[in-house]
Every structure is written in C-alpha cells, then in structure tokens.
C-alpha cells in the first residue's frame, strides 16, 4: 500500500544552521507530495507542496523537489529560525474512490527544536 | 472566513461513556475528513465524506460513526468510548475535486482522554 517514511526525531539544530528532513514514499501512480507544519498547540498548516516530478515547492524559505527516481521530497531550509520549531509531517495524497476524490497519507513526523 | 472549526478543544472521557465531535467549516468545501493523531504514528483517516448525505470509512472506521446532513457539518460520534481511542483528533476539508494544487484545511484539534 502508499506509505510514506520520514526521518525519525527530535532533531534539535541552532539558530541559523542547515535543515534537512528527509522524507521517502511509496505509492503506485503519480501521487501528489506535501509538507505540513504543525504549531505547538495547533492543526496541521500545509507548507509547500509539488504535484508532478520535478517540480520544487518552496514557503517561508523551505523548499522540498519532487524526486521520482528517487522516491524522495526531502524538506530543506538553508538558515532556520527559533520560530521554526514546530512538528513537521510529510504526506502523499492517492485516489481513494470512484468519486475522484483523494486521501492524504502522512509520515510520523519530526519534531524540530531550534536553539538561539 | 472562520475556516475549519471543532469542539471542544478537550475531552475526558469514561470507558463506554458516548460523544460527539464536532467540526464545521463556512468554506463551502464538499470533502470533509476526520484523522487520528497518535504518537509515532502520524495522522490516520477515519472517515470522509465527499458531500452531504454521503460518508465512507478511512483506515481506522472501528468505533466511530458519522453523518453529513449539511455541507457545512461533519460530526464524529463515539457510540462507547475506549481507552484505545484517547488521541488528538483533527477535521479537514477541501474542495472536491482535490487534485492538483487544492489544498486540505485542517481545524485546531480536539485531545479527548478516555479513563
């Protein structure tokens, strides 16, 4: 069945240094890829997302490209901020019906923790 | 626009006591959801609902009923509450047609607690 496996947590980094989560799916057919954030205390936002191969998509200053070869939509931001702690989830979203309609399927998520 | 909203925001249940959640939305979206969020586990679907009148079940259905006599409600009934479905539960909607660049709106969440 679709799955989508993320990079275990916590990840703790200080202010200003690179992040990379790492996300790989499977799925039969071509689905959708997303990044949702969520806020302590707070629903799921979504953060960027890319609905073919190769396409990135970027939000905020995070950016994640749409692998097939791959499998793979690795989240990355080149200088995090305090304001980035938050839980991060990768999804894929499939068909689920004959209404045409789609689920999303979500990774575990990664807790991330910036230090000042 | 309110957006996606759900009540109440914390729950503490008995074991075999009986609840309702519940979650609107004033975006006229025809697809609604409710999801499951455990530790480790990410977020599992429940039930959808692609319009009013007509629901189906998600991955993890047992112990949960819902209806959809409106667009705009989508309330998920614990008929007997279990310890095993002490979880934060969250509601989404998005437009029907959710392929390409629609998007899912998520509500704040409900944290229930079954003793």
């Known amino acids: 069945g679709d799955s989508v496996t993320q990079m275990e947590g916590p990840v703790t980094l200080s202010e200003e240094a690179f992040l990379t989560i790492n996300c790989t799916y499977t799925?039969?057919?071509?689905?959708?890829l997303f990044w949702y954030v969520q806020y302590p205390g707070e629903g799921l936002q979504l953060l960027l997302k890319?609905?073919?191969?190769?396409d990135k998509g970027s939000n905020k200053g995070f950016e994640a490209t749409y692998r097939k070869e791959t499998t793979s939509f690795h989240l990355e931001k080149g200088s995090v901020q305090v304001s980035d702690s938050a839980v991060y989830f990768c999804?894929?979203?499939?068909?689920?019906?004959?209404?045409?309609?789609?689920?999303?399927?979500f990774g575990t998520g990664t807790r991330l923790t910036i230090i000042p | 626009n309110a957006g996606v909203t759900q009540t109440p925001k914390f729950q503490v249940l008995k074991t075999g006591q009986s609840m309702t959640l519940q979650c609107a939305q004033d975006?006229?979206?025809?697809?609604m959801s409710w999801y499951r969020q455990d530790p480790g586990m990410g977020l599992r679907l429940i039930h959808y609902?692609?319009?009013?009148?007509?629901?189906d079940q998600g991955e993890v259905p047992n112990g949960y009923n819902v209806s959809r006599s409106t667009t705009e409600d989508f309330p998920l009934r614990l008929l007997s509450a279990a310890p095993s479905q002490t979880s934060v539960y969250f509601c989404?909607?998005?437009?029907?047609?959710?392929?390409?660049?629609?998007?899912?709106?998520f509500g704040p969440g409900t944290r229930l607690t079954v003793l």
């Open positions: 989404a909607s998005s437009y029907q047609r959710a392929r390409g660049s629609a998007t899912q709106y």
């Open positions: 799925a039969t057919g071509y689905p959708s």
């Open positions: 890319a609905t073919k191969a190769d």
């Open positions: 999804a894929l979203r499939v068909p689920i019906s004959n209404f045409g309609n789609e689920k999303l399927t």
């Open positions: 975006m006229n979206h025809e697809y």
């Open positions: 609902s692609v319009g009013a009148g007509i629901t």
